[in-house]
């Protein structure tokens, strides 16, 4: 059985984690599965890739398998762990990368919705990080990263007292960006790719680069400010700027190439 299933259905990329009697914890396996589908989503040009459980699952990730954690000393979250590979993957991909957090979503899983570009979720959504639960360090690239998108004070009660967070109070923080009936989830969802896929491709890569730099730009280096510059100009000299207002002018919707 695949842990992790992937196709790409009208530019829309899905990756439906598929290990429901694990509730798909985040082993190795279904790591590695995962990456591999990223990268088919990629190679296929998906404009947008959606992230999700199988449809009816009260939890969407239970976290990091915990019969794989190193028992002898080692950091179980170190730079080459399959789990950083994916946020790292998730982080690097050039078209925006959607989670559709159907049920709770518990330790490094939170990690993984938190580094998508954005969250859909529903009522019965909440998410927990708990390595305090079973006395494991994380990685300080996960906290600074629950940091940027939360904040510091509630990232602490998350960790020191790994209780869950409801999904008004995750809409509350930013860290949901919308709220739905589980009924109209998938459908929301796809109506929110369909509307990034009618924009430019080349626009939203580079902007999507932009922020994941300047996130990440504490102090920001000349090179830093360089790089920056030169996306914004590959955008701003394309084929699809010009088409973007010509298309405006003559009130009709654009034909995007991806140039």
């Known amino acids: 059985m695949a842990l992790v299933l992937f196709e790409v259905k009208d530019q829309i990329g899905w990756i439906t984690l598929n290990h429901d009697a694990k509730r798909n914890a985040l082993s190795i396996e279904l790591l590695t599965d995962f990456l591999q589908g990223l990268k088919s989503l990629r190679e296929e040009k998906a404009r947008v890739i959606i992230i999700r459980a199988n449809e009816g699952q009260k939890v969407w990730s239970s976290g990091f398998f915990i019969d794989e954690l190193p028992r002898d000393g080692s950091d179980p979250l170190a730079y080459d762990n399959p789990l950083q590979k994916v946020i790292r993957a998730i982080q690097s991909t050039p078209v925006p990368v959607i989670c559709m957090a159907e049920g709770s979503i518990w330790g490094g899983a939170c990690n993984i919705a938190f580094v998508c570009d954005m969250v859909i979720g529903t009522r019965d959504t909440c998410l927990a990080i708990t390595p305090a639960k079973i006395g494991v360090p994380y990685n300080t690239s996960g906290i600074l990263q629950f940091i940027d998108i939360i904040g510091a004070h509630i990232v602490k009660e998350m960790f020191f007292t790994a209780e869950p967070i409801t999904a008004d109070k995750a809409l509350a923080l930013g860290i949901i960006n919308h709220l739905v009936d589980a009924g109209d989830l998938e459908n929301f969802t796809i ?6 896929i009618a ?5 939203i890569q580079v902007i999507k680069e932009q922020l994941n730099i300047l996130g990440n730009a504490l102090p920001m280096t000349p090179q830093t400010f ?4 030169m996306l914004r100009r590959i955008a701003g000299t394309s084929n699809d700027y010009l088409e973007g207002i010509k298309a405006f002018y003559e009130r009709r919707k654009p034909g995007f190439v991806g140039e």
Not at 191 to 196: P, Q, V, Y
Not at 226 to 229: K, Q, R
């Open 191 to 196: 109506r929110l790719a369909n509307k990034i």
């Open 199 to 203: 924009n430019s491709p080349l626009s």
């Open 226 to 229: 360089e790089h920056i510059d």
